[in-house]
């Protein structure tokens, strides 16, 4: 059984950071293209960042750049995503995914495999 469990959301005030994790048991972590999205209150689900299955390649939808990283340990079979300069806009559920792709996608119905969300909420 595949299991993907976020961690690390929370309250923080604008301009802060915040490093997300995601867990992963139940499938070879190594073989999975690796996102992060974010859905908001009425908004759809969106892509924020991936990162190809060795960490060589990373990818970010323009809103985050410059402020988000996304970084994979395959030997803890984790996903990060490091957040800083944190904006209110960035206020969402983030969800880690994992799709055997191993290619770069920002679609949803890309990703198998979803966690459960974590709440991260930035307060001006």
């Known amino acids: 059984q595949v299991q993907l469990v976020e961690s690390g959301g929370g309250l923080v005030q604008a301009g802060g950071s915040l490093r997300l994790s995601c867990g992963a048991s139940?499938?070879?972590?190594?073989?999975?293209?690796m996102g992060w999205f974010r859905q908001a209150p009425g908004k759809e689900r969106e892509f924020v960042a991936g990162?190809?299955?060795?960490?060589?390649?990373?990818y970010y939808e323009d809103s985050v750049k410059g402020r988000f990283t996304i970084s994979r340990d395959n030997a803890k079979n984790t996903l990060y995503l490091r957040m800083n300069s944190l904006k209110r806009e960035d206020t969402a559920v983030y969800y880690c995914?994992?799709?055997?792709?191993?290619?770069?996608?920002?679609?949803?119905?890309?990703?198998?495999?979803w966690g459960q969300g974590t709440q991260v909420t930035v307060s001006s």
């Open positions: 995914a994992a799709s055997s792709r191993l290619r770069y996608s920002g679609s949803t119905i890309d990703y198998e495999y």
């Open positions: 139940g499938l070879t972590f190594s073989r999975y293209f």
């Open positions: 990162i190809s299955w060795n960490g060589g390649n990373t």
